[in-house]
């Protein structure tokens, strides 16, 4: 069974698609969650600590909040993608690490080996491409990665259907 993963890793929310098809039909699954990424520290708290279970993410060596978690208890040491370089962190690393095990932990299937498609600032695809693919394949290295320019999402969107087909024979007339 082969999983397909879409993921728009936003300024504000890291937002998911996965799909896949097993004997009982075509399936979906949509996860949302803040863009908020920060170094781990202790948790004391029962309900903390079950809060940040599912968004706690190591990435060489360093363990790092996401989500809810990291929004919640980040504080002044949250960090963010604003700039291209960003894409080269740990901190970038820990939330695909992340968006993958949640995405496993509601019951996508095969989600650590999917095929994972990411898309990439059209100003940045040519000079960053094969530096991002290298740090997608080393946080995601069961996956099979591919990167396509972001200004594709919209010809995307109009040229097929929600399951992948041509929406029409000709989308531009």
Avoid: C
């Avoid at 962190?89 to 995405?103: C, E, N, Q, V």
């Avoid at 960053?128 to 594709?152: E, N, W």
Wanted: net charge neutral.
């Amino acid at each position: 069974m082969q999983t397909v993963i879409g993921l728009d890793l936003g300024r504000s929310a890291l937002k998911l698609v996965a799909s896949w098809k097993d004997g009982a039909g075509a399936h979906r699954t949509r996860l949302s969650f803040p863009s908020a990424v920060a170094p781990a520290r202790r948790l004391v708290g029962a309900e903390e600590l079950r809060a940040a279970q599912t968004e706690t993410v190591v990435v060489d060596g360093q363990a790092f909040f996401i989500g809810q978690t990291a929004a919640l208890q980040g504080g002044d040491r949250m960090q963010g993608g604003f700039t291209d370089e960003w894409l080269f962190t740990p901190a970038h690393g820990a939330l695909l690490k992340g968006a993958i095990d949640k995405a496993a932990g509601a019951g996508v299937p095969n989600a650590h080996t999917a095929e994972v498609v990411v898309g990439l600032a059209g100003r940045s695809f040519v000079p960053s491409h094969d530096q991002y693919l290298t740090a997608l394949r080393k946080h995601l290295p069961k996956a099979s990665v591919t990167i396509y320019p972001q200004p594709l999402g919209p010809f995307f969107q109009l040229l097929l259907d929600e399951h992948g087909g041509e929406t029409r024979p000709d989308p531009l007339t």
